[in-house]
């Protein structure tokens, strides 16, 4: 009897030592899939992210013992070796720090400057190019700068191809300004595609206007910055673009009424082939100034700066 009890214990420990390394197994059989779905899943953020370009985040200009300089700085991938270039010629090479910040101090050389940032991994020969290119052009002299009221040196912007210019330094001293509302600068293209930005310091919508017919209306970001975009829309020649500002209701000291600013301004034909310099062709009026350039894989891209003092009444 105690026998047959000691086989029977023996038996069921069997069965339960067998059944626990099958459901082992399953497990196992059930999990592969998973380790192999993830070797083919979709690529990490990173992944499909990839190496960010060089970016410009600060641009400054001072002077030191009578030398102009330029002060850049931006973010780029940690560790990561950035070439700046100015008109395509090799300038400085910078490395980006643990925290992905580069910063660097450049003398102002004579002439139109366009600087471009290239940005190099460890080891690895491919360059990325940054898609901001920061233009500085200094004011001219002698005929070109007959009835011109200039406060600064020279103009300094940052662009990119297809997107809103960023306006550094002004030669003007200032933009276009009525009561809360500003223009900051108009880019176009040679197809009628038009990017109109500019600032507010009262919340509210910008209506748009290009010779008394609305072509938008956009809201006011939380910043007070505003950007209106569009796709041929604008005829080549002289027109007027007019911005109304309309302020939320409610907003404490905001005009009761809309507020108006007129600026003219001329769609210009694109550039010549003689033209097509990666410095750009500034076209100098004694009231706005227009900065053509050719963009990476074609086409041509127009920057209109003014001065305060064009504001029609």
């Known amino acids: 009897m105690f026998r047959r009890r000691y086989i029977w214990i023996i038996l069921i420990a069997l069965i339960l030592s067998i059944g626990f390394y099958a459901a082992l197994w399953v497990a196992g059989r059930g999990e592969a899939p998973a380790v192999a779905d993830a070797a083919s899943a979709d690529p990490s953020e990173a992944d499909l992210i990839g190496i960010q370009p060089a970016s410009f985040q600060q641009i400054s200009e001072f002077t030191d013992g009578g030398v102009q300089k330029l002060r850049l700085s931006g973010e780029g991938e940690a560790g990561a070796v950035i070439v700046l270039t100015n008109r395509g010629e090799r300038l400085r090479q910078i490395l980006v720090n643990d925290l992905g910040q580069w910063s660097v101090i450049l003398d102002v050389e004579d002439g139109p400057m366009a600087l471009e940032a290239q940005l190099y991994e460890a080891e690895d020969p491919t360059a990325i190019l940054s898609e901001e290119t920061i233009f500085r052009v200094p004011v001219p002299t002698g005929e070109d700068a007959a009835g011109a009221n200039y406060t600064a040196e020279a103009l300094i912007m940052v662009t990119s191809p297809g997107g809103p210019s960023r306006l550094i330094q002004s030669p003007f001293g200032g933009v276009p300004t009525v009561g809360p509302l500003s223009l900051s600068i108009i880019d176009y293209d040679y197809a009628g595609g ?120």
């Open 194 to 313: 038009v990017i109109i930005t500019g600032t507010s310091t009262v919340p509210g919508r910008i209506r748009v206007y290009a010779q008394e017919s609305v072509i938008g209306d956009i809201g006011i970001g939380v910043s007070g910055r505003w950007s209106y975009v569009a796709g041929r829309m604008l005829p080549r020649g002289g027109i007027n673009i007019r911005l109304e500002l309309i302020a939320a209701q409610g907003t404490p000291n905001a005009p009761e009424t809309p507020v108006s600013l007129t600026v003219p301004y001329d769609f210009l034909p694109p550039l010549r082939g003689e033209q097509n310099d990666s410095s750009g062709f500034v076209n100098f009026d004694p009231l706005q100034w227009q900065v053509r350039r050719t963009l990476v894989g074609g086409g041509s891209q127009s920057t209109v700066i003014f001065s305060p003092d064009i504001v029609q009444p």
